[in-house]
């Protein structure tokens, strides 16, 4: 008879093995089990029985010699009552059965005795080799009252105390059955005198596709490349030696997590390279060594789209380009969330930290835990260079503005990582398909994994510290309190938490536990209007940017001099502890000396840098001054109808209009022509662009050519912030797409008007309740012609009423009302026409009361008309 070739895939005994053929396709090649003719081994153990003696030993007598070689066999006889095949197996020409007697690992079958005329040559063959093995008394025929083998088949023990006695140490082991490429059964053989111990695991970090065949009452579960991920380990792993790390529990404490480590790699790596794996976000924190590679390799069979990830569809980076770029952390908004302005265009981005999160509102830890991530952040990052990297957006929903969520590094530190390891944050626990997450999120898990091992911050059971913060400045009296031991200290360290203008902040003062409001003495600068209707000062908001830039959310320290009519504490302020802020104020010309307080010497010499060059306040003529316009006529206002159409959105109160009249349709004429000229335009032409010039500029969401004024440049002058003057939105745009405007296309006036919300005051939209305020003021008016009654101009600003042109013009039915009734906008008492309509402004009142009684919008937690003299909007 011929011989056959298999390759051996396992030895269940002494005498028994099972082969394998050749592989067909990507299907697993047949198997069959073939007994050894005429001779039988002790069998091996279970769940429900014992070893016989030396079986374990007979089976790793031919396991370490044959398993997974090929070997040449033939089937000598079947006996029909099982169909079990008995036959001759030759491992290099050398057969099986006679090594085995020869050695004493089995003996002659009885059966085999009794019937000598069949095979008679191979019997008297292995019958010599056991008298030979008997005599020298190998193998079985040892003394057996001698022989012990110390093994559980079944666990029992407790698996927290196991893992903790072996955990990350590298144990002998076989692997017996392989479940599916994941999930093994394997003997762990720990140093003697502990037992060896049978044990379900799973491959730390991966996750294999679920082979379940043959379970009683439930159906097989065979998931695509399942069984080729089986074949993969199998051939590789099954019943070799190796080296078995456990690192974990699983939910259940029915299986470890565990490193498989064999001399000729990782098997973990191995099947993910392969694509029959995926990385585990629930296990691979656990692993020991080789996270990165894991994840490397992971990314490289995403890209070649192997196996599993054939379908797989490769993401574009968020932002193109632009998806890395240096910046400076400007301003920390919260415990996950800062801002900051991007090193080479001078845009400022707000960016959330990629999978984490502050804790949720219901946690009772909430605002301690919160505030000590956002002081934390603020003080490794504020004002610091930063490299970002763009992993993913989150989709506007449920009102709140899309989101583009980063990972932000200082050199190598990484403060997502740091707020998880100090248990300041949750991370967000992606789903497994879910590539919108961290470019580091393996470092985050394991970051999340230490607090929790060591119940830092919010997985802590102790009670979190307390913060409570009282404001000096509450009022005048109050403030006069505080004024003589703040004297007496001398240098106060603080933290400006908010700048009012540029010689006007909130600054909390840790040691003191309280926040004051501080006012620079010696100087006086611009002040910003307080609402969208109030004027600035010429150059108030490049000096509050000024200020925004060198003090929002810096350690300063001050000393106080003296106190305001309003509670404010007036005095001097340092940075860096040598750089008086006054001074720098001065000479960048946002400034002029006050004579209350000023120290003549320092002051008036700073003053004098800007005076000389000219510098902003000091570049205006002295004439300058404030242009008042009358209001409209006493009793109520006058009807000055027009029809007009919201055309951009600032924030709920502000806005510009474009009023529908002939000049709108020439301004459809205008720019049909405009685009036509663009089309042919050369794209060369002046670059020495002035501020205020009106010009052309492309605009980035449609990239289509309209008319614009350069409000300002950037710091390298490679981009200008311009405003499009025929619809009121502006944008920051490189020069390069900004063209010079023929004198033709000058002729038309400009089509959008600024405009405000009469008779109320409407949050800014980075304000408490102003991006919802926003947002309902653009679902009333979005797309829509409105009807628009001019109360009162003030310069260029108009105070509008708006209404709905199918509503009734009255003031209950007014988009002004509406707002109030919200509880989105409050009644602005402090406008000069306001006392001037009783009559009108009783229907603002009436609504802002029915607000409070509803809780809707700002009053949900209360009435914060309690404090209104302090709001500034």
Not at 33 to 62: T, V
Not at 497 to 520: C, M, Q, S
Not at 720 to 745: L, M, W
Not at 770 to 790: M, P, T
Request: aromatic share 8%; hydrophobic share 35%.
């Amino acid at each position: 008879m011929s011989l056959l070739k298999a390759t051996v895939k396992s030895v269940l005994s002494g005498d028994t093995l099972i082969l394998r053929g050749k592989q067909i396709a990507n299907k697993p090649p047949p198997e069959r089990q073939l007994n050894l003719a005429y001779i039988q081994a002790p069998r091996i153990g279970s769940q429900k029985k014992d070893d016989e003696p030396f079986a374990f030993e007979a089976r790793e007598f031919i396991r370490s010699r044959i398993v997974g070689k090929e070997v040449s066999f033939r089937v000598d006889y079947t006996i029909p009552s099982t169909n079990r095949e008995y036959g001759t197996v030759y491992l290099n020409n050398e057969n099986l059965a006679h090594l085995i007697v020869k050695e004493g690992w089995a003996k002659v079958r009885e059966e085999s005795r009794k019937n000598k005329e069949e095979g008679r040559e191979e019997y008297d063959s292995l019958i010599s080799f056991e008298k030979i093995a008997q005599s020298a008394a190998k193998g079985i025929w040892e003394d057996k009252e001698k022989y012990s083998r110390n093994v559980n088949y079944t666990f029992q023990e407790d698996a927290k105390a196991y893992l903790d006695k072996y955990k990350g140490q590298p144990i002998d082991g076989i692997i017996e059955l392989v479940r599916d490429g994941s999930s093994l059964r394997v003997l762990f053989m720990p140093p003697s005198p502990a037992p060896q111990q049978y044990l379900n695991i799973n491959i730390t970090g991966i996750k294999a596709p679920v082979v379940r065949k043959d379970v009683p009452d439930q159906a097989d579960i065979i998931e695509p490349f399942g069984e080729e991920a089986k074949y993969f380990v199998e051939s590789r792993l099954l019943q070799r030696n190796v080296k078995i790390i456990l690192e974990g529990l699983s939910g259940n404490n029915q299986a470890f997590f565990a490193s498989i480590s064999h001399p000729a790699g990782n098997i973990a790596e191995a099947l993910v390279s392969a694509g029959l794996a995926k990385v585990a976000d629930w296990s691979i924190t656990m692993i020991t060594d080789g996270l990165a590679k894991l994840r490397a390799a992971e990314n490289a069979a995403k890209q070649r789209k192997l196996k599993i990830w054939h379908d797989h569809v490769i993401k574009s980076k968020v932002g193109g380009d632009d998806h890395e770029f240096e910046g400076t952390v400007t301003r920390i908004i919260s415990g996950d969330s800062l801002c900051v302005k991007v090193n080479r265009t001078g845009a400022e981005k707000k960016l959330q930290l990629s999978s984490i999160r502050q804790p949720k509102p219901k946690d009772p830890k909430l605002p301690e835990y919160n505030y000590e991530a956002k002081e934390f952040l603020r003080k490794k990052l504020i004002g610091k260079t930063v490299r970002v990297t763009i992993d993913y957006q989150k989709p506007a929903s449920e009102g709140y503005e899309a989101k583009e969520c980063a990972t932000i590094k200082l050199g190598e530190f990484n403060p997502a990582e740091a707020l998880l390891e100090r248990g300041l944050a949750h991370i967000i626990r992606h789903r497994r398909d879910d590539e919108d997450r961290s470019s580091c999120y393996d470092q985050l898990l394991i970051a999340e994994q230490k607090a929790q091992s060591n119940a830092k911050g919010i997985h802590s059971s102790k009670e979190p510290p307390t913060y409570r913060i009282g404001d000096a400045s509450e009022n005048a009296a109050k403030a006069r309190q505080f004024l003589h031991s703040l004297q007496r200290i001398g240098r106060i360290g603080g933290v400006v938490d908010f700048v009012n203008n540029a010689t006007r902040f909130k600054i909390y003062l840790p040691k003191e536990g309280h926040k004051i409001t501080f006012v620079l003495g010696g100087v006086r600068g611009p002040r910003p209007g307080r609402t969208p209707s109030e004027k600035s000062d010429p150059y108030a908001i490049e000096a509050l940017e000024f200020a925004n830039r060198k003090l929002l959310q810096r350690d300063v320290e001050i000393e106080v001099e003296n106190v305001d009519k309003t509670g404010g504490f007036i005095g001097s302020l340092w940075l860096n502890k040598t750089d008086n802020y006054a001074e720098l104020l001065l000479k960048e010309g946002f400034a002029k000396v006050h004579s209350y307080g000023a120290d003549a010497s320092r002051l008036h010499a700073a003053e004098m840098v800007a005076m000389e060059a000219k510098k902003n306040l000091w570049s205006l003529q002295e004439s300058l001054e404030d242009v008042n316009v009358a209001p409209a006529e006493e009793g109520e206002p006058r009807k000055e109808y027009i029809d007009v159409e919201v055309s951009a959105i600032t924030s709920g109160g502000n806005f510009h209009v474009q009023i529908v009249n002939d000049e709108i349709n020439n301004l459809e004429k205008m720019m049909s022509e405009f685009r036509l000229y663009h089309k042919t335009a050369s794209s060369s032409g002046a670059s020495n662009f002035k501020t205020d010039e009106i010009v052309c500029a492309q605009f980035t969401a449609d990239d289509q050519w309209y008319r614009a004024k350069i409000k300002k440049f950037t710091g390298d002058k490679k981009s200008a912030e311009v405003v499009y003057i025929d619809y009121g939105n502006s944008e920051t745009i490189p020069v390069s797409r900004i063209r010079p405007i023929p004198d033709n296309f000058k002729k038309l006036p400009s089509q959008s008007q600024e405009a405000v919300l009469s008779f109320i005051k409407v949050p800014a939209r980075e304000e408490d309740y102003g991006e919802d305020a926003y947002e309902r003021f653009r679902s009333i008016v979005d797309d829509k012609k409105l009807v628009a009654n001019i109360d009162y101009r003030e310069h260029n600003l108009l105070h509008l009423t708006l209404y709905n042109p199918a509503q009734a013009q009255s003031p209950e039915a007014s988009i002004n009302v509406e707002l109030v009734r919200d509880g989105y906008a409050l009644v602005n008492k402090k406008l000069k026409y306001y006392r001037r309509y009783p009559n009108l402004t009783k229907k603002f009142e009436e609504s802002q009361e029915q607000a409070k009684k509803d809780r809707l919008g700002m009053f949900e937690y209360g009435d914060i008309t309690l404090d209104d003299d302090e709001v500034d909007y």
